[in-house]
């Protein structure tokens, strides 16, 4: 399978990337290269193998449902570009 | 004195601080002046000389009082990707610009408890995408070793994503490192600048207060100047942390002990398919040579086959942006780091990503973005993940036949020049990992070890992989290789 311009922006939508048109062009080229490197899997008989989904044996711990941390929204918010009063501060979402 | 100083393993350090022969400022302060000395490398982001002097007294007062810790008075250099509280940590990557943490991660904790002190924050390759270090928004990290001996002038890369840690390591610029794994990240430029690296089975070492890359394959491990110092350090990072629900409650054993095992009794198992085409011929001896050390130490030597390594490398190009594309997520410029305004929210999303990431960065969010999209989901991802069942499944039957531990050449080559992959296809930077990444896939303990000098006089080494949770049959071959093989230091021209 390989990817077209439109295809390329599409994804790029899709992962909050501003692109140029040049960016797309040789984002194409390089996406398609490597999809086309990645197309040797289809050699591969995978009929009846189970996907992995961790590589040792385990199941997820559980924990009890009680509060273990928080009231830190200083630290929380202390890294953010910008914020008021604890909170994050973005463009207007809804009119 | 001072050049001495810095040019000491882990565990002269530890000898000679037990020993009075000299104190932790002292060391510290000949660090600082190498680390001065050695600006042309660009092995360190940020340098923290101020608190390493304040860490060097206090270790100064505990060897005194005769309580010292296991890593007392150690100089370490911190990958970029390790948090630290309160000092510079951006993955080598602008869109985190700024940013310092107001928490520390679990890795550095424990070495820091440990009695460990901090020089700085290393360079690597931006999020840790990168085979020779050349993605870092802040450039370039030059490799110690120069062909012929240092009478090239030529620049060669220190390898990548951990390039920072081993040119670092190798340059006397800190006794240890910090590192990462995702696809050969610790061991690919261990390989490059004659420096010992492990990447432990998958769960041993935290990930929490590590920035992700790709979940399900990123290890943290040391860079190190002597298999034994790597023992020390892995020992003190190693071990269970509720924070990681991948991490694995299993007791962290007595690596350094294992240094000392040797191979008496194992089976070491040497796969066919990494018999690569067109591998350089001083591989394929490189690899004859680390045979027969391990036999003469008492190893049984065992032809076996790993059929799937061959697509361990392009479902590692799959599953691994596929992650990264959802852990990188987070950089939206809201919680950290750069925010370039647009003219609503998605539109500022949109710019503060494409102005914070790099090529390689965009590169692998557009792939792993488009093969979790709909529609391709099954074709790429899910076969991608039955790959990797396969190239598991090769490990255990040929541990299940008694297989104790597998070498292969680390990498297919010797370090390469900076800039000279610029006009190469991605594809031919990835192949760098060619003989690392299965050891990702299937959740391993791997390990690279320095063996001998190419023609170049540049060193090559030999990479050991083992059991899940056995890493030390890997200390115990590599100390055989070692000994038998010497230690490799580059010749000082910066």
Known sequence: ?95 | MTAELTGLSIAALRDGYAAKSFSPVEVVDAYIAALDAARDLNAYVATTPDRARADAKASEARIAAGTARPLEGIPLGIKDLFATEGVHTQAASHILDGFKPFYESTITARLFGDGATMLGKLNMDEFAMGSSNETSFYGPVVNPWRAGGGSSNAALVPGGSSGGSSAAVAANLCAGATATDTGGSIRQPAAFTGTVGIKPTYGRCSRWGVVAFASSLDQAGPITRTVRDAAIMLRSMAGFDPKDSTSADIAVPDYEAATGRGMKGKRIGIPKEYRVDGMPEEIEALWAKGRAMLQDAGAEIVDISLPHTKYALPAYYIVAPAEASSNLARYDGVRYGLRVPGRDVTSMYENTRAAGFGTEVKRRIMIGTYVLSAGYYDAYYLRAQKVRTLIKRDFETVFADGIDAILTPATPSSAFGVGEMSKASPIEMYLNDIFTVTANMAGLPAMAVPAGLDGKQLPLSLQLIGRPFDEETLFAAAQVIEDAAGSFSPTRWW
Do not use: C, H, W, Y
Not at chain 1, 2 to 14: F, Q
Not at chain 1, 17 to 23: L, P, R
Not at chain 1, 34 to 63: K, Y
């Open chain 1, 1 to 95: 399978m390989s990817v077209d311009t439109v295809t390329v922006k599409r994804v790029a939508r899709l992962a909050r990337i501003a692109v140029t048109d040049d960016e797309a062009e040789q984002l194409k080229s390089s996406l398609n290269g490597i999809l086309a490197f990645v197309e040797q899997l289809n050699e591969v008989d995978v009929d009846g193998v189970e996907p992995m989904t961790s590589v040792q044996p385990m199941r997820l711990r559980r924990r009890k449902d009680e509060v273990s941390d928080g009231f830190m929204a200083d630290k929380v918010t202390g890294n953010a570009p910008e914020t008021e009063d604890g909170f994050f501060l973005v463009p207007k979402v809804v009119e």
